[in-house]
């Protein structure tokens, strides 16, 4: 059939190119677009404790709105100069005049916005948007703040937001302008002529400009994270540029063996262009199973894979095919030079090396590769925070001004929503809040607490209750706006400022601790806030990760299970894949939760590996290195089947796509480390892991272990019960 | 075979045991903390004239009451008092002050608040509250403040030694916080008046209290408060607490002899009981009125009239609660003995007005009057 289609594809070949034309101008007029449908965030999900903590305080308190800082900081001036209010307000003045801002909270009426060292203090913003679009209105807010001469930044979620969305598109475009001439570099070193390694970047190209105006399409319909941008631009470029290498490395090889242009573009779509397709389906299955998971960015990055998946697998199918009929010989015009990859015979020989030392190798490599594996059991996960951009980033010298002018805790306070029966400031209530309160305020891990019955660690049990005698006739000053802001009816807030940032262990701990203090003293109480955020999405996020996993590694069997009718062999290329993604997990633990190389690449350590990075890493390279293993098993398995021993077949298959596989892992990984040089940690990661990945894939498992494997397990390779498979060997 | 199997199981089981690695986090269990208990015994005796400044605590008063006449011989008597209140170091002050006229049967009162972050005001004495000021130099004291017609400058210089009540100085108010008390109980009184007519030199006796501790005023069942000015030279101040089930839960009392020497006078020592009672129009409040104050040891059996029954402040936009804080006679049998002033709080339902003003209020100039 792939054949039959290869002809049609061929003969119809100007159709094709002109739909692949006019679909490619039509998205290139949407695709620019795109930014506009991103959404911030996608880090909650229904039922996490912390986000029904914050209904309820919603649901008893009202909607805060989102809040947008203005942060203003001066070394030679104090907060409280009244040049320094003068400049402030004459920069918050013109917000008054937009239509969205609810609400400016300057800092001349509040002390807790103003640093403890008194030279930095905030205005908080309030804007009638939602957070997930909060971030479009920061360049207007940028633009209305009038100049002043004093230090002032746009700080806060919607700042950190637009500052990733932002970063997002340069690097971007830095990874395009860096990847798409490597990648035609690394093309050009592979077939040696401009008009063959221009193909490849054409359907790269074309993949990723149709992904990201279908992605803009989606937008309209359902959610799309800003962090989708670069990851399906990656999967875009790597495998359009990837299948059709595959597919011009066998057009080549069958014009030389004498074919015509029809018969080689027929026999390349049957036989490269269907691994293509198994190898697209094995991505498919990877990027789709993280449409499993709750959370709105990983959903959108699984469903925008999996759409570029598709379009990257029909361009390297149908345009691939129609351009190569068009060029017919004049495939290698443009020579530059003539490559020549090593001696003659040489994978061959190699796997006959390896494979006389099966068992030695396999130990040796496998030992290799889960030493590479072992910082992975200490990896710490944990959710997005500032940390992600790198330290030059305007939100991010924010962030960490406020940490350090007014403490990691302020920014990203806890807080726990609490009901009790007879009102908050019942008996019960200023009982179990007291004791609450004081338990926190003498915890080394929190910095301070806010609520009504921590105004002051002098005041008495005693005191309180007579403070709180009547709620509703409150003397004392300080205790009634204490109460007013803190309570309501049966519903009392508390704030707690953790002294480690939200997303360290420490932090996280503290949550925990809360839940447990809940658990114990039986109390309706629950935790939301910076650290419970981040844990609780951490949390969910790895119960769901085994099904993933478990979906992943069971289709994947399937499918190879029908590809090389062999209960063991799909059985040792999951297992292999497994092997190399280990290794790949491991080096990311030492590179950006131990800062190896931090320097090199550009970043400061986290301290952890950003949680999202394992699972999006798994999905996306899981299919993305399973490719060379179908290609290398393909191989392996035609040589079996047509006659040559386990042996034999196994030297064959590495001789025969040896160099195809070492082109392709090229072309994948030179685009993977143009994503490195991304300002955003989690792309640069995802660029940095694809890259050792597959270099891992096709270098020590390919060449090494893979050979290795074959030889240990034998004639097992090839065993399939005959039932399962009528009239195969 | 097996033993190729188990390379590969072995193998296997290492990538398991790689894959269970746990998200790390540190657990530690909220500790049950027992509250704890305010020691007074161990607090340091006053000392002055350094502890006449503010102090790091959740409560402090300076209050001055007395009594003043001009060259026309028309009487008046003043209430002046600041407040500080410290909650987690967002401070608090308040004033109120009050001028009694007797034969115009005029009481007139105003009130000021301002905020503070984090730290107290000057070095020593020296407040400013909303435009009203009060300032300690060279032991003598001095204070500014206005009503809407009229204006009061006054310059008070002790003529006694501080009296230090309870022996020394420290109440213990358990569970509810201790407290510092000491009062100078005759101070000479010279200043000016200004109103309608011009200002008027002005001169006379006062009373002052400063008070300061880990205690909150408010809340419990309220006290009475009295200071007496007697004419044979002694002076007298006694305090009734009561807690919120309206029972005495302190009474004490200091006698101060005309040379200066305090006596403490226990609870049995004396007795102070109402005759009448004065309901405010205004506010409702009952309040207890004309008292009868027998100190059997130091032959004293006064009654105590106030000289305007309408002497109630509504404090609420500023401390929150509602008093009644007036001019009284001290007669006996022979006629009026003394003057002095007698505080009553508790007897009306106290809220504050200030509500978030107090979180939210301009931090930048302390004397500027908050919203």
């Not at chain 1, 006389?356 to 990896?379: E, Q, Y």
């Not at chain 1, 420490?506 to 601790?513: K, N, Q, S, T, W």
């Not at chain 2, 230090?164 to 010279?190: C, E, M």
Request: with cysteine.
């Amino acid at each position: 059939m792939l054949e039959r289609l290869g002809r049609l594809f061929a003969r119809r070949r100007w159709y094709v190119i002109g739909f692949w034309v006019l679909l490619a101008a039509l998205s290139l007029l949407l695709a620019p677009r795109v930014g506009s449908v991103l959404r911030a965030g996608g880090f909650s999900a229904a039922g996490l404790e912390s986000e029904i903590a914050f209904e309820r305080y919603q649901q008893d308190f009202g909607s805060p709105g989102s809040a947008v800082s203005i942060v203003f900081h001066s070394e030679e001036l104090a907060a409280s100069d009244p040049v320094f209010v003068e400049a402030a307000r004459a920069a918050l003045h013109p917000l008054n005049q937009l239509d969205y801002v609810r609400q400016v909270l300057p800092f001349w009426d509040n002390p807790t916005q103003v640093a403890p060292r008194g030279h930095t203090a905030y205005a908080a913003v309030v804007v009638d948007i939602d957070d997930e679009r909060a971030h479009r209105i920061v360049p207007d807010i940028r633009a209305a703040l009038a100049p002043i001469e004093i230090e002032m930044h746009v700080a806060g979620a919607a700042a950190f937001y637009e500052d990733i969305q932002s970063t997002s598109e340069s690097d971007l475009r830095r990874a395009e302008a860096i990847g798409l001439p490597f990648a035609l570099l690394a093309l050009l070193l592979v077939f040696g002529s401009l008009v063959a390694a221009g193909v490849p970047v054409i359907s790269g190209g074309v993949s990723v400009i149709v992904g990201l105006a279908a992605i803009f399409l989606l937008g309209q319909v359902a959610s799309f994270s800003i962090f989708a941008l670069n990851v399906v631009t990656l999967v875009g470029l790597g495998l359009g540029a990837d299948y059709s290498l595959f597919l011009v490395s066998r057009f080549r090889e069958e014009l030389a063996r004498g074919l015509s242009p029809e018969d080689a573009v027929a026999v390349t779509l049957s036989t490269a262009g269907r691994a293509v397709l198994f190898s697209g389906l094995a991505v498919m299955i990877g990027l789709s199973s993280l449409t499993m998971f709750e959370f709105m960015m990983l959903r959108s990055i699984g469903i925008g894979g999996t759409v570029v998946t598709i379009i990257a697998v029909l361009a390297a199918t149908t345009l691939v095919p129609a351009i190569l009929m068009v060029l017919g010989p004049n495939i290698d015009r443009g020579r530059v030079w003539r490559p020549r990859f090593g001696v003659r015979d040489g994978w061959a020989r190699l796997a006959r090396l390896v494979m006389r030392r099966a068992g030695l190798v396999f130990l040796l490599v496998g030992l290799f590769l889960l030493l590479m594996g072992a910082p992975l059991l200490r990896i710490r996960v944990n959710a997005p925070d500032a940390g992600v951009l790198t330290p030059d980033s305007e939100s991010r010298q924010v962030y960490d001004l406020l940490s350090r002018e007014f403490g990691v805790g302020h920014i990203a306070p806890s807080f726990i929503v609490a009901r009790f029966e007879g009102g908050a400031l019942g008996p019960a209530g200023i009982d179990t809040l007291y004791r609450l309160g004081l338990a926190l305020e003498n915890d080394p891990r929190v910095v301070r607490v806010r609520g009504p019955l921590n105004l002051d660690p002098r005041i008495t049990f005693d005191e309180y209750r007579l403070l709180y005698a009547d709620p509703d006739q409150i003397a004392d000053p300080y205790a009634a706006g204490f109460a007013t802001v803190f309570t309501r009816g049966d519903t009392v807030v508390m704030s707690i400022e953790p002294r480690a940032p939200a997303a360290s262990p420490e932090a996280r701990g503290l949550v925990d601790a809360l839940r447990e203090y809940r658990d114990r003293h039986g109390l309706d109480l629950l935790v939301g806030g910076g650290a419970a955020g981040l844990s609780d999405f951490s949390d969910r996020l790895y119960e769901d990760f085994p099904k993933a996993v478990a979906l992943i590694l069971l289709v994947s069997y399937v499918v190879l299970l029908f590809l090389f009718r062999s209960i063991l062999l799909p059985l040792k290329a999951v297992f292999m894949n497994t092997l190399s993604l280990a290794a790949s997990f491991g080096m990311l633990v030492l590179v950006f939760q131990d800062g190896w190389l931090a320097n090199v690449f550009r970043f400061e350590p986290l301290g952890y590996v950003e949680a999202t990075l394992p699972v999006l890493m798994f999905a996306l390279l899981f299919g993305l290195s399973m490719d060379y293993e179908v290609f290398l098993l393909a191989r392996v398995k035609e040589a079996h089947d047509s006659g040559s021993d386990n042996t034999e077949a196994v030297a064959l298959g590495l001789e025969r796509s040896g160099r195809v596989i070492t082109s392709a892992a090229m072309v994948v990984i030179v685009v993977s480390l143009a994503f490195v040089t991304a300002d955003i940690v989690l792309i640069k990661a995802v660029g940095l892991g694809a890259a050792v990945a597959i270099f891992i894939d096709a270098t020590v498992v390919r060449t090494l272990l893979v050979p290795a494997t074959m030889k240990l397990l034998g004639e097992w390779n090839w065993w399939a019960p005959g039932w399962l498979f009528r009239g195969a060997k | 075979m097996i033993k190729r199997h188990s390379l590969l199981f072995l193998l296997g089981a290492a990538l398991f045991t790689l894959t269970l690695a746990a998200c790390a986090r540190d657990f530690a269990p909220l500790a049950d903390v027992p509250p704890a208990a305010a020691d007074p015994a161990a607090l340091p005796p006053i000392s002055l004239p350094a502890d006449h400044a503010p102090h790091d605590n959740l409560s402090e008063w300076w209050y001055f009451t007395g009594h003043l006449s001009d060259d026309s011989v028309h009487e008046y008597g003043f209430e002046f008092v600041i407040f500080q209140a410290d909650r987690g170091g967002e401070i608090a002050y308040a004033a109120h002050f009050a001028l009694t006229d007797p034969a115009a049967g005029d009481f007139a009162y105003d009130q000021r608040t301002s905020f503070a972050h984090g730290s107290r005001q000057a070095v020593g004495l020296d407040l400013c509250v909303g435009g009203w000021t009060l300032a300690e130099a060279d032991g003598s004291f001095a204070f500014t403040a206005d009503l809407p017609d009229r204006r009061l400058t006054l310059r008070l210089s002790p003529i006694k030694p501080p009296a230090i009540h309870n022996r020394d100085g420290l109440l213990d108010f358990a569970p509810y916080g201790w407290s510092y008390y000491y009062s100078y109980t005759r101070l000479d009184v010279s200043g000016e008046l200004s109103g309608d007519g011009g200002p008027a030199e002005i001169h006379g006796q006062a009373w002052m209290d400063h008070q300061w501790g880990d205690f909150i005023s408010v809340g419990a069942g309220g006290w009475d408060w009295f200071s007496l000015q007697l004419d044979d030279g002694r002076d007298f101040t006694a305090s009734i607490i009561r807690g919120d089930d309206g029972e005495v839960v302190l009474k004490y009392a200091t006698l101060v002899a005309p040379n200066g020497v305090a006596r403490h006078l226990e609870a049995g020592e004396f007795t102070i009981t109402a005759g009448d009672e004065w309901a405010s129009p205004t506010t409702g409040a009952i309040y207890p009125s004309r008292w009868r104050l027998v100190i059997p040891d130091a032959a004293i059996d006064l009654e105590l009239r106030p000289v305007l029954a309408a002497q109630e402040l509504d404090a609420r936009a500023s401390t929150g609660n509602i008093y009644w804080e007036g001019v009284v006679l001290a007669v006996g049998e022979s006629g009026a003995l003394g003057r002095g002033y007698v505080e009553l709080t508790g007897y009306a339902p106290g809220a504050t007005a200030l509500s978030l003003d107090i979180l939210t209020g301009p931090r930048t100039d302390l004397c500027a009057p908050a919203p």
